[in-house]
Protein backbone atom coordinates (compact mmCIF):
# COMPACT_ATOMS: atom_id res chain seq x y z
CA UNK A 1 0.00 0.00 0.00
CA UNK A 2 1.61 4.07 -0.44
CA UNK A 3 2.15 5.80 2.51
CA UNK A 4 -0.33 8.24 1.88
CA UNK A 5 -3.01 5.53 1.27
CA UNK A 6 -1.84 3.94 4.83
CA UNK A 7 -1.81 7.12 7.00
CA UNK A 8 -5.32 8.39 5.76
CA UNK A 9 -6.64 4.69 5.73
CA UNK A 10 -5.61 4.13 9.63
CA UNK A 11 -6.71 7.94 10.76
CA UNK A 12 -3.30 9.51 11.33
CA UNK A 13 -3.97 12.13 8.05
CA UNK A 14 -5.40 13.22 5.61
CA UNK A 15 -3.90 12.02 2.06
CA UNK A 16 -2.94 15.69 1.45
CA UNK A 17 -1.39 15.71 4.52
CA UNK A 18 0.97 13.19 4.42
CA UNK A 19 3.73 14.65 2.46
CA UNK A 20 3.96 16.99 5.38
CA UNK A 21 4.02 13.72 7.77
CA UNK A 22 6.43 12.21 5.50
CA UNK A 23 8.61 15.25 5.71
CA UNK A 24 9.08 15.67 9.16
CA UNK A 25 10.22 11.92 9.31
CA UNK A 26 7.54 10.32 11.11
CA UNK A 27 7.13 7.49 9.08
CA UNK A 28 9.61 4.48 8.45
CA UNK A 29 9.63 1.51 6.96
CA UNK A 30 11.78 -1.36 8.25
CA UNK A 31 13.70 1.62 10.48
CA UNK A 32 14.37 3.29 7.59
CA UNK A 33 12.86 7.08 7.60
CA UNK A 34 10.32 7.24 4.07
CA UNK A 35 11.57 10.31 1.57
CA UNK A 36 8.41 10.04 -0.34
CA UNK A 37 4.13 9.74 0.36
CA UNK A 38 4.04 8.02 -2.88
CA UNK A 39 6.52 5.18 -1.70
CA UNK A 40 4.94 1.49 -1.15
CA UNK A 41 4.96 -0.43 2.02
CA UNK A 42 3.74 -3.68 3.56
CA UNK A 43 1.41 -2.50 6.76
CA UNK A 44 3.80 -4.81 9.05
CA UNK A 45 6.53 -2.84 8.42
CA UNK A 46 5.74 0.36 8.86
CA UNK A 47 6.13 2.40 12.16
CA UNK A 48 4.34 5.77 12.24
CA UNK A 49 5.60 8.11 15.29
CA UNK A 50 8.04 5.19 16.33
CA UNK A 51 4.81 3.12 16.61
CA UNK A 52 3.39 0.13 14.70
CA UNK A 53 0.11 0.84 12.50
CA UNK A 54 -2.69 0.25 14.89
CA UNK A 55 -5.11 -2.19 14.08
CA UNK A 56 -3.88 -3.27 10.81
CA UNK A 57 -6.36 -5.91 10.34
CA UNK A 58 -9.71 -4.47 11.95
CA UNK A 59 -10.27 -2.36 15.03
CA UNK A 60 -12.52 -4.23 17.64
CA UNK A 61 -12.83 -2.98 20.97
CA UNK A 62 -14.46 -3.36 24.04
CA UNK A 63 -15.09 -0.79 26.35
CA UNK A 64 -17.05 -0.05 29.51
CA UNK A 65 -19.56 2.35 28.88
CA UNK A 66 -19.90 5.08 31.74
CA UNK A 67 -23.42 6.24 32.43
CA UNK A 68 -24.34 9.69 31.15
CA UNK A 69 -22.73 9.23 27.23
CA UNK A 70 -24.54 8.59 24.79
CA UNK A 71 -24.30 5.96 21.70
CA UNK A 72 -24.21 8.68 18.47
CA UNK A 73 -21.60 10.19 16.43
CA UNK A 74 -23.93 13.49 16.26
CA UNK A 75 -26.21 14.10 19.57
CA UNK A 76 -25.96 16.75 21.86
CA UNK A 77 -23.63 16.44 25.08
CA UNK A 78 -21.25 13.72 25.82
CA UNK A 79 -20.87 10.81 23.16
CA UNK A 80 -19.10 7.32 24.01
CA UNK A 81 -16.58 8.12 20.66
CA UNK A 82 -15.22 11.42 22.96
CA UNK A 83 -13.76 7.95 25.11
CA UNK A 84 -11.40 6.94 22.20
CA UNK A 85 -8.28 8.31 20.32
CA UNK A 86 -9.37 10.80 17.98
CA UNK A 87 -7.19 9.04 15.42
CA UNK A 88 -9.89 5.81 15.47
CA UNK A 89 -12.83 8.12 14.24
CA UNK A 90 -10.93 9.36 11.14
CA UNK A 91 -9.90 5.52 10.11
CA UNK A 92 -11.24 5.10 6.25
CA UNK A 93 -13.67 2.53 7.20
CA UNK A 94 -15.41 5.10 10.30
CA UNK A 95 -16.03 3.86 13.57
CA UNK A 96 -19.17 2.58 15.41
CA UNK A 97 -20.79 0.61 18.42
CA UNK A 98 -22.04 -2.29 17.94
CA UNK A 99 -25.82 -1.66 18.59
CA UNK A 100 -26.27 0.73 21.50
CA UNK A 101 -26.63 1.67 25.01
CA UNK A 102 -29.11 4.00 26.37
CA UNK A 103 -27.26 7.16 27.82
CA UNK A 104 -28.29 6.21 31.49
CA UNK A 105 -27.21 2.30 30.56
CA UNK A 106 -23.79 1.72 31.30
CA UNK A 107 -21.28 -1.36 30.89
CA UNK A 108 -20.05 -3.32 27.85
CA UNK A 109 -20.03 -1.70 24.59
CA UNK A 110 -18.51 -3.21 21.62
CA UNK A 111 -16.89 -0.54 18.90
CA UNK A 112 -15.38 -1.76 15.74
CA UNK A 113 -15.03 -0.25 12.03
CA UNK A 114 -15.93 -3.36 10.44
CA UNK A 115 -19.48 -3.67 9.56
CA UNK A 116 -19.70 -6.98 8.85
CA UNK A 117 -18.88 -7.89 12.44
CA UNK A 118 -21.67 -5.64 13.24
CA UNK A 119 -23.97 -7.03 10.96
CA UNK A 120 -23.15 -10.48 12.70
CA UNK A 121 -23.62 -9.71 16.38
CA UNK A 122 -26.78 -7.71 15.68
CA UNK A 123 -28.75 -9.23 13.10
CA UNK A 124 -31.85 -10.87 14.46
CA UNK A 125 -30.61 -14.24 13.01
CA UNK A 126 -28.06 -14.45 14.89
CA UNK A 127 -29.44 -14.36 18.57
CA UNK A 128 -26.24 -12.98 20.31
CA UNK A 129 -27.23 -13.26 23.92
CA UNK A 130 -26.52 -10.10 25.88
CA UNK A 131 -27.18 -10.39 30.02
CA UNK A 132 -28.11 -7.40 31.47
CA UNK A 133 -28.47 -6.17 35.28
CA UNK A 134 -30.72 -3.90 37.04
CA UNK A 135 -32.08 -2.41 39.59
CA UNK A 136 -36.14 -1.56 40.59
CA UNK A 137 -38.18 0.90 42.39
CA UNK A 138 -40.85 -1.77 42.93
CA UNK A 139 -40.50 -5.86 43.43
CA UNK A 140 -40.41 -7.68 40.77
CA UNK A 141 -43.03 -10.21 40.58
CA UNK A 142 -42.35 -14.15 40.42
CA UNK A 143 -44.57 -14.19 37.84
CA UNK A 144 -41.95 -12.35 35.30
CA UNK A 145 -39.77 -15.35 35.07
CA UNK A 146 -42.31 -17.48 33.40
CA UNK A 147 -43.86 -14.61 31.57
CA UNK A 148 -40.23 -13.26 29.93
CA UNK A 149 -39.41 -17.40 29.42
CA UNK A 150 -42.16 -17.83 26.87
CA UNK A 151 -42.15 -15.33 24.37
CA UNK A 152 -45.72 -14.47 24.54
CA UNK A 153 -44.96 -10.94 25.82
CA UNK A 154 -45.93 -7.88 23.60
CA UNK A 155 -44.65 -4.66 24.55
CA UNK A 156 -46.69 -1.34 23.74
CA UNK A 157 -46.74 -0.74 21.03
CA UNK A 158 -45.75 -3.91 19.31
CA UNK A 159 -47.29 -6.33 17.55
CA UNK A 160 -44.79 -9.02 17.45
CA UNK A 161 -43.44 -10.92 20.93
CA UNK A 162 -40.70 -10.61 22.39
CA UNK A 163 -38.51 -13.80 22.08
CA UNK A 164 -37.82 -15.92 24.82
CA UNK A 165 -35.78 -14.44 27.46
CA UNK A 166 -34.30 -15.60 30.67
CA UNK A 167 -34.78 -13.70 34.17
CA UNK A 168 -33.26 -14.49 37.30
CA UNK A 169 -34.38 -13.00 40.33
CA UNK A 170 -31.52 -12.01 42.44
CA UNK A 171 -33.07 -9.85 45.32
CA UNK A 172 -36.97 -8.18 45.53
CA UNK A 173 -36.32 -5.51 43.41
CA UNK A 174 -32.78 -6.48 41.08
CA UNK A 175 -32.26 -8.80 38.64
CA UNK A 176 -30.32 -10.39 35.89
CA UNK A 177 -32.18 -10.54 32.04
CA UNK A 178 -30.90 -12.79 29.13
CA UNK A 179 -31.83 -11.26 25.61
CA UNK A 180 -31.40 -12.78 22.36
CA UNK A 181 -32.12 -9.49 20.35
CA UNK A 182 -32.28 -6.03 20.64
CA UNK A 183 -35.20 -3.65 20.62
CA UNK A 184 -35.61 -0.19 21.62
CA UNK A 185 -35.08 0.59 25.35
CA UNK A 186 -36.13 -3.55 25.96
CA UNK A 187 -34.71 -4.34 29.34
CA UNK A 188 -36.92 -1.18 30.61
CA UNK A 189 -39.86 -1.88 29.14
CA UNK A 190 -39.82 -5.57 29.94
CA UNK A 191 -39.26 -4.60 33.55
CA UNK A 192 -41.98 -1.75 32.85
CA UNK A 193 -44.91 -4.07 31.94
CA UNK A 194 -44.57 -6.46 35.14
CA UNK A 195 -44.57 -2.89 36.84
CA UNK A 196 -41.16 -2.73 38.24
CA UNK A 197 -39.74 0.15 36.50
CA UNK A 198 -36.13 -0.29 36.31
CA UNK A 199 -33.51 2.64 37.96
CA UNK A 200 -30.33 0.77 37.68
CA UNK A 201 -29.11 -1.01 33.97
CA UNK A 202 -25.76 -2.71 33.28
CA UNK A 203 -25.05 -4.85 30.35
CA UNK A 204 -22.53 -7.03 31.95
CA UNK A 205 -21.85 -10.25 28.86
CA UNK A 206 -22.27 -10.58 24.96
CA UNK A 207 -21.77 -13.80 23.66
CA UNK A 208 -19.04 -15.29 25.72
CA UNK A 209 -17.09 -11.72 26.61
CA UNK A 210 -17.82 -10.60 30.06
CA UNK A 211 -17.19 -7.26 31.62
CA UNK A 212 -16.08 -8.28 34.81
CA UNK A 213 -13.15 -10.57 32.95
CA UNK A 214 -11.59 -7.28 31.22
CA UNK A 215 -11.41 -5.51 34.29
CA UNK A 216 -12.26 -1.90 32.94
CA UNK A 217 -12.78 1.17 34.36
CA UNK A 218 -16.02 3.01 33.42
CA UNK A 219 -14.53 4.99 30.00
CA UNK A 220 -11.96 2.63 29.34
CA UNK A 221 -11.55 0.14 26.73
CA UNK A 222 -9.75 -3.06 25.62
CA UNK A 223 -9.14 -4.56 22.17
CA UNK A 224 -10.46 -8.09 22.00
CA UNK A 225 -10.23 -10.96 19.73
CA UNK A 226 -13.53 -10.62 16.92
CA UNK A 227 -12.86 -14.72 16.32
CA UNK A 228 -14.53 -15.58 19.84
CA UNK A 229 -17.74 -14.70 18.15
CA UNK A 230 -17.45 -16.95 15.16
N1 LIG B 1 -32.37 -2.36 27.20
C1 LIG B 1 -32.59 -1.12 27.65
O1 LIG B 1 -33.68 -0.80 28.12
N2 LIG B 1 -31.59 -0.23 27.56
C2 LIG B 1 -30.37 -0.52 27.08
O2 LIG B 1 -29.49 0.33 27.04
C3 LIG B 1 -30.16 -1.84 26.62
C4 LIG B 1 -31.17 -2.74 26.70
Request: hydrophobic residues 40%; negative net charge; contains cysteine.
Amino acid sequence: MRIDAILSRFGYCSRREAAQWVKRGRVTVKGVVVKSASAKAELADVLVNGEPIEFPDGLYVALNKPLGCTCSHKEEGELVYDLLPPQWLNRGDGVSTVGRLDKETDGLLLVTDDGAFVHALTSPKRHVPKVYEFDCSAPIPGDAVALFASGELVLHGENTPCLPAELVITGECSGRLTLHEGRYHQVRRMLAAVGAPVVRLTRTAIGPLQLADLQLEPGEWAAIDPAIFA
